[in-house]
């Protein structure tokens, strides 16, 4: 049996007469060359979509069996409304709205009198329902309503303001003014009272507007309804009542309420009535009564004022106080400051107003410092001294002076630490009293309480120019008991008895320096002993003093000013030599010494230069390059080369 090949199944196929069709195959794969968006589908179905607005039918009504039945259809639908949200006041106010356009005002009446049951206290219930009464000329049922409001809510203003609008526009102005007048009596808002004065005078009723306006004042004593009523007394030309307003103002309002626009309009009105020298003194007023931080503009204002009617001296004053205003803003923040308080010394004193002056200077010196440690007091001690400079030469008040710098020497800490300058100027301000005693007692004082470098020099300074050379000798003694290691004391003693021609007393005076176990600064006192002896011609003394201070320090420079001393002043180039060589000697010793080493040697090479020869110049190089010096087989060597060299040349 043969087998007959069957075909794969393949997709169903459409036949041409009907049936299902091929499956479509894309033959073109590439994009379009205009591509379409869903974004831009979307709204293009959306602008070809027709409207659908729905309009509702018009109903005519023909008869009047037609319209009460629709009426009562729609009372029916209103009253089911409010009677499912009873508190939506929209329901009543469509209710009330559609019986009035029906002309049934007593329903309309009727359904705002219910809504009030509900709701008694709105203001807007109320203003509609008069609004309702207004718009179809019922005046009385307006009045009513208007009065029934009103007495139920006195404080909403806005329906004390329709119904004054409402009179007013009838031309009841008798009726307005007492319903004005009712209103006042609740004491209402500032914006109430202005209503009721502008009411006033468009009826040119001046006194009437000044008699609400006083009663204003009265009722709110604020800084702006003096400066409405001051305003109102320019606007209607009575200068000096708004003069008189200002100047009630102050006052009643009292300095801690006022702020500076109440000047700056009080001001400006002054220079309005060309009263330019009052305008200046209620600046100068308020700048010193205002505090600083609050009065930017009154002083820029200020400025502007003077820059247009004052002269120099004025415009100077301004700036003064600006000036001082920054000060004061700084100090505000830190008053231990002084690098401020020095700059508004310095301002106050060249304005030449010594008692602005002290004020500031007592406000200066009352900031003490917290810390008693002297570097937080350096600063703070230089404002006393300025005080009592000021007083004595600005002021030349002597008395005050005095009680300056005794109140600074009280306050100051003596046992922590003390300033000599301050002893020391009260001294020589006592002098320059001819009060000798007291500048002694002072100094003595000082020296008691707080001794000091600088209070015994000038102390001594002061006694020398007197001449008294016992008190000079006893501070001496007394500061070098008090400091030994004060070389420069000892040479100071040492030089006045030399300049006093006491040799015997001032070489004692070294030898003791000499003798001290600790000094600060040793070889000064050295250099101004040896000095002493060499100028009073004493070399052996002088030499004794070199060998003393070689066996106490090995320093290089000693071992050069000595050999310098022995060739220069005693001609002895030997013993100057050996200084030299025993100062190498001992320099060379120490590997850490190198560098001193050097030098010596360089002072050495030239001593050598000077005073002697070539062997010793020499010698000395050898010692400075000691490589270069032949040794014993070299010498050997060099007499077997020269004799070598002689057989070849024979």
Known sequence: MSVVPVKEAGPPTRARGGGRARNAKVKNMAPAAIQITAEQLLREAKDRQEPDVFHAPKQKIKDPDELRAFQLRKRKEFEDAIRRSRNNVSHWYKYAKWEEEQLDYERCRSIYERALDVDPRSGTMWQRYAEMEMRNKFVNFARNVWDRAVKLLPRVDNLWLKWTHMEETLGNITGCREVYRRWMLTKPPENAWRCFAKFELRYNEKDNARAVIKQFVQTHNIVTTWLYYAKFEEKIGEPALARAVYEAAIPSLGEYFIDENFFMAFAKFEERQKEFDRARAIYKYALDRIPKGNAPDLYHQFTSFEKQYGDIKGIEDVVVSRKRFEYEQELQVNPHNYDVWFDYIRLEENNADSEKCREVFERAISNVPKVKEKRYWERYIYL?????????????????TREVYEAVLKLVPHRKFTFAKLWVMYAHFEIRQ?????????????????????????????EIQLGNLSRVRTLYQKWLEWNPTNTTGWIKFATLETSLEEIKR??????????????????????????????????????????????????????????????????????????????????????????????????????????????????????????TRPSGLSKILAAARARKKAKVAE
Request: net charge negative.
């Open 434 to 462: 001819d009060n000798l005693p007291k500048a002694r007692k002072i100094l003595g004082a000082a020296i008691g309480k707080a001794p000091k470098d600088s209070l015994f020099r000038n102390y001594i300074d002061l």
């Open 384 to 400: 006393w001294i300025m005080y009592a400079v000021y007083e004595e030469l600005d002021e030349q008040d002597m008395e005050r």
């Open 506 to 627: 001032a070489r004692a005076i070294y030898d003791m320096a000499a003798n001290q176990p600790v000094l600060d600064m040793p070889e000064m006192l050295w250099k101004e002993y040896i000095d002493f002896e060499i100028n009073n011609g004493e070399n052996q003394k002088a030499q004794q003093l070199y060998t003393q201070l070689i066996e106490k320090t090995h320093h290089f420079k000693v071992y050069i000013a000595y050999a310098m001393f022995q060739a220069t002043t005693c001609e002895d180039v030997k013993a100057a030599r050996a200084v030299f060589e025993d100062g190498h000697e001992m320099l060379n010793s120490d590997p850490d010494l190198k560098d001193e080493l050097g030098i010596l040697l360089e002072n050495w090479q030239q001593f050598e230069e000077d005073y002697g020869d070539a062997e010793t110049q020499k010698e000395l190089n050898y010692k400075i390059h000691p490589e």
